[in-house]
């Protein structure tokens, strides 16, 4: 009952034979310092293989233009199709670790495994971030990345919804409010 979650891409594959996309939700950030994450995978699945023999991976975050090749590469299987190819996504270079990116994400996450626990109906492959590559568009003349102006989606209860309406921002609820003070007459 956790929700929403992130609804991501994740592509492996050390050659362009073998690149691969697989639609996670079970994911997420699991420590800050040094940067680490997760995906939890069931081990059936065509890229847990690939994956567990490469030692890595690349997050691919999803937009609402992404919607449906992420739901497609969520059902489909890359041991009967080339998912790059059938989904319209670009593989395209990650710059530290051997496995593609998708040259349509925002921003696309390169993660090395560090280890892999079995939990049950999935493995979690724990991962160190390697490096952060986001699309220049989506960074601000502060270097702020806009995250709103991606058009994220997550996945909450089989169905994908957009979280573009933030609320506030980190501290907002305690933040004080500025005091304009009024010259006496």
Request: hydrophobic fraction near 35%.
């Amino acid at each position: 009952m956790i929700y929403p979650l992130p609804a991501v891409l994740v592509s492996c594959g050390s050659t362009p034979e073998e690149y691969n996309l697989l639609t996670v939700a079970w994911t997420g950030t699991v420590c800050s310092n040094p940067p680490m994450c997760y995906v939890s995978i069931r081990p059936e699945r065509y890229s847990y293989d690939i994956i567990k023999r490469n030692g890595c991976f690349v997050i691919n975050l999803t937009t609402k233009r992404l919607a449906r090749a992420t739901d497609f590469c969520g059902v489909r299987s890359g041991r009967n199709i080339d998912k790059f190819h059938e989904a319209g996504l670009t593989p395209g270079k990650a710059e530290v670790v051997n496995a593609p990116t998708v040259q349509e994400s925002p921003v696309s996450i390169e993660c090395r495994v560090v280890d892999v626990r079995p939990l049950g109906s999935h493995d979690m492959f724990l991962a160190e971030v390697v490096n952060v590559l986001v699309d220049d568009q989506f960074i601000d003349e502060n270097d702020k990345i806009d995250m709103a102006a991606m058009d994220l989606i997550a996945y909450t209860h089989g169905e994908y919804f957009d979280v573009n309406n933030p609320k506030g921002f980190f501290g907002w609820s305690v933040r004080r409010k500025k005091v304009i003070k009024r010259e006496r007459k």
